[in-house]
């Protein structure tokens, strides 16, 4: 299920806190996880960023957004989510939230030619981007 009010509650709360450490301390992974094709046929990775835990990856299909969180080591369910939004109509929120999940989350939205907010998390090991990948 789609939990807008919380995304949007995550995003007002990282970008003055997460999204601002994220830019001083880079995460440290113990194994990049890699991308495996979670989003679909013909989506290409543009734009990735590594968690304690696991890789958040930022795919494209030529229409299409979508964003994964994939685990290094999947296992028990944790914990997990990824989202992404177009950074000017908030009404598109896409988020995959509130669960547990032994390998991966992931979230679409079509956003051909619109700057993006994007992020997800592992645990308490949360990353957010906003404004960016405009354009495409």
Same mark, same amino acid.
């Given at each position: =299920? @789609?939990?807008?009010?919380?995304?949007?509650?995550?995003?007002?709360? *990282?970008?003055?806190?997460?999204? $601002?450490? *994220?830019?001083?301390?880079?995460? /440290?992974?113990?194994?990049?996880?890699?991308?495996?094709?979670?989003?679909?046929?013909?989506?290409?990775?543009?734009? +990735?960023?590594?968690? +304690?835990? $696991?890789?958040?990856?930022? /795919?494209?299909? $030529?229409?299409?957004?979508?964003? #994964? /969180?994939?685990?290094? %080591?999947? !296992?028990?369910?944790?914990? =997990?989510?990824?989202?992404?939004?177009?950074?000017?109509?908030?009404? &598109?929120? #896409? @988020?995959?939230?509130? %669960?547990?999940?032994?390998?991966? &989350?992931?979230?679409?939205?079509? *956003?051909?030619? +619109?700057? @993006?907010?994007? !992020?997800?998390?592992?645990?308490?090991?949360?990353?957010?981007?906003?404004?960016?990948?405009?354009?495409?």
């Amino acid at each position: =299920m @789609i939990n807008t009010r919380k995304f949007i509650a995550v995003c007002a709360a *990282a970008l003055g806190i997460s999204a $601002g450490a *994220a830019a001083l301390v880079p995460a /440290t992974a113990s194994a990049a996880a890699p991308y495996g094709g979670q989003c679909g046929a013909g989506f290409n990775v543009v734009d +990735k960023h590594e968690l +304690k835990a $696991g890789t958040i990856f930022l /795919t494209y299909n $030529g229409r299409t957004n979508c964003v #994964v /969180t994939v685990r290094d %080591h999947a !296992g028990a369910a944790i914990p =997990m989510g990824a989202a992404v939004r177009q950074s000017k109509d908030h009404s &598109a929120v #896409v @988020i995959n939230d509130g %669960h547990k999940f032994t390998d991966f &989350a992931f979230a679409k939205v079509e *956003a051909q030619g +619109k700057c @993006i907010d994007w !992020g997800g998390y592992i645990g308490d090991d949360l990353w957010q981007q906003f404004n960016v990948h405009c354009g495409r």
